[in-house]
């Protein structure tokens, strides 16, 4: 029997992170920013999720004990650790082990500045006082739907255009205010219609959420300037 790997690379082992990465990570021998990106990814999970993770592969407390000690079935303490390993074991959210924290943000930053680079020169959009850049009160929205977005903290036009593409649920804001919301950054030639947000991955690092939209508006521009040529 093979010697009982040690925390983290007995978790990075159970999500798979090199099969699904492509990588060939030693786990036990992870940078600075590589054990940055794992706390990282654990933040996105649950408090029960992160407690019962941390007893059984940091400290590790058999599921038996760990059901014991806070008044559950075993069975239970087994299903709470598969649904957050089925969390974790994301390509996206494993990449900030991958690459590292900092040196995957600095990577994400890049691709999506690039992207929204492409879409601002296709759209006109060259100076900082462009709407694009101002804050939502600059659209003069219904109170009814600039309410939610504040709470939401969505706070510049480019901020809703992101929203409003990935077809993120916010509160308080149903399917009428959404179709307000993609007429108004329409008329702006902000939106484009036709494009299928359906495919959005909601359970995706922010940055990556970003960098899918912008590629999305992408496509489909260079789709619509094709179709008109033919």
């Known amino acids: 029997m093979g010697k009982r790997k040690n925390y983290p690379a007995n978790l990075l ?8 990465c492509g990588s ?9 920013d590589q054990l940055k990106g794992v706390e990282y990814i654990l933040s996105r999970l649950t408090e029960r999720e992160r407690v019962v993770l941390k007893l059984y592969y940091h400290e590790g407390t058999s599921r ?7 008044a559950l079935c075993e069975e239970r303490i ?3 650790t598969e649904k957050a390993l089925k969390k974790l074991s994301v390509k996206e959210w494993l990449s900030f082990v991958t690459y590292g924290y900092e040196s995957n943000l600095s990577r994400l930053e ?7 680079e492409l879409f601002c020169l296709t759209r006109g959009i060259a100076e900082k006082d462009h709407i694009y850049y ?5 659209l003069k929205l219904p109170v009814k739907v600039y309410g939610p977005l504040k709470r939401a903290n969505i706070q510049t036009v480019r901020e809703l255009l992101i929203f409003t593409c990935s077809s993120r649920h916010i509160r308080n804001l149903g399917d009428v205010s959404m179709a307000l919301l993609r ?15 359906s495919s959005c991955d909601q359970s995706l690092p922010r940055q990556e959420l970003e960098l899918q939209v912008f ?3 992408n496509n489909t521009l260079l789709q619509n300037a094709l179709f008109l040529k033919t």
């Open 64 to 70: 038996k004990a760990i059901a014991e000690e806070h």
């Open 215 to 217: 590629q999305k508006l």
């Open 110 to 116: 890049k691709l999506i500045g690039s992207e929204e």
């Open 183 to 197: 007429a108004i950054l329409e008329k702006e030639h902000l939106f484009l219609p036709g494009c299928d947000w």
């Open 78 to 80: 087994r299903q709470i």
């Open 24 to 32: 060939n990570i030693d786990y036990g021998n992870l940078t600075e």
């Open 13 to 20: 082992d159970r999500v798979h992170l090199n099969e699904l």
């Open 134 to 138: 101002q804050d939502i009160e600059a």
